[in-house]
């Protein structure tokens, strides 16, 4: 399942791979990347115990990760991340995404999380979830582009935002 490379006009999806982390470090270390959802950085050492831990999948059996990198083809670069937690038997999952700083404004997080949503609801979810901070507009705005709409629920701060498949 998490296996399939996902193109789309100007991208490719490409599953997470643990050689993916020394690029991924220089894409994903501008601090400003953390600024609605903490955290830091994380070296390419770090990053690669990390991408590790989520290609090893859920210790929860009933919990599927499924990671890809974002690659902008004409420039054969890494530009960022998605990933989907999917539970309920495969019919829920909850989407993230995350395009480093000097590839924002280009519309690769709505590209890339528009792919996302497209297979996953290809593939039998029925409710997509994101969590989106109130004052970061772009993830607003890519999320409404992925067919998401706010539902005014929060949790830890963020707005939750949802799509059913009927």
Do not use: K
């Not at 690029?23 to 690669?48: W, Y």
């Not at 590209?111 to 969590?131: D, F, I, K, P, S």
């Not at 706010?150 to 707005?159: F, K, L, N, R, W």
């Amino acid at each position: 399942m998490s296996g399939v490379v996902v193109g789309s006009g100007r991208l490719d999806l490409v599953p997470l791979d643990v050689a993916h982390a020394e690029e991924m470090a220089g894409v994903l270390a501008d601090p400003a990347l953390h600024a609605f959802i903490g955290g830091a950085p994380l070296t390419a050492p770090e990053l690669r115990a990390r991408y590790e831990r989520l290609a090893a999948g859920s210790p929860d059996p009933s919990v599927v990760w499924r990671n890809w990198v974002v690659r902008l083809r004409d420039e054969g670069r890494l530009t960022g991340t998605v990933q989907a937690t999917v539970t309920d038997g495969g019919r829920v999952a909850e989407v993230a995404w995350v395009v480093g700083t000097d590839w924002q404004g280009r519309g690769i997080a709505r590209e890339a999380a528009q792919g996302l949503v497209g297979l996953l609801v290809a593939q039998g979810v029925r409710t997509v979830l994101a969590h989106v901070h109130p004052g970061h507009t772009a993830s607003a705005a890519v999320a409404r582009a992925a067919g998401l709409a706010p539902t005014g629920e929060e949790q830890d701060g963020e707005i939750r935002w949802r799509l059913d498949i009927p």
